[in-house]
């Protein structure tokens, strides 16, 4: 369980001073779905494919210079079959804004093979099935089945994985770790929506450096004492 900070509660007055990690949750659930009603996939696409070649894009890169690189890579190919036979270092030309251009050009076309050879020319709705996929691990693969298949999933970014700790959520050993506990802390229905909210919130509200906890809607009343320390050595 968590203590309130002292000094950031004020406003809360009302509400138990000691709140266990299910109580925070539905107090962050509420304000997120206030913020963020109806969460936008940030990454454009327009199927299962696309989608996942969108993710696998948006490693160690933002989502704005992703939406921007593969409206070109889809005009040249927008299915498994047209990418399949692409030459890498064309993939890998159209792709380089986006960093690790070598490892991901290379992974675009694996996996667009595999998905001809052993799929049909469909993304598969298991994770064990897209795990198996080059450049595809379990984030990846938690993205698309959420946002793709609606199946339920947490898949956990650096701003998710900055949150449950700061919040007090989890304690931000890993990123499995975190995965887990709020998988535990919210109701498995909320999945999907949560991970979009939180991520969003984390950009908007919540930045990892230069961030007032005292101002936030969020991290006000439920930022951990270590947190809250850590931010004040910054």
Known sequence: MERHPGGF?????GYPAVMTRAEKAVRIAGILDGLYPMPPIPLLHRDPYTLLVAVVLSAQCTDVRVNEVTPVLFARADNPRDMARLDVRGIRSIIKPCGLSPAKSKAIKGLSKILVEKHGGQVPKTFAELEEL??????????????AFGVPAFPVD????????????????????????LKRVFPEDRW?????????????HCPARGH???????????????????????
């Open 9 to 13: 509660d004020s406003e809360f007055r």
């Open 134 to 147: 080059p450049g595809v691990g379990h984030k990846t693969a938690s993205v698309v089945m959420a946002q």
């Open 158 to 181: 650096t701003h998710i994985h900055r949150l449950a700790a700061r919040w007090g959520l989890s304690n931000g050993t890993s990123v499995v770790r975190s995965e887990r506990d």
């Open 192 to 204: 999907n929506a949560l991970h979009l909210q939180i991520i969003y919130f984390g950009r908007e």
């Open 212 to 234: 007032d906890l005292s101002r936030c809607p969020i991290c006000s009343w439920a930022a951990t004492k270590k947190r809250i320390r850590e931010e004040r050595e910054r």
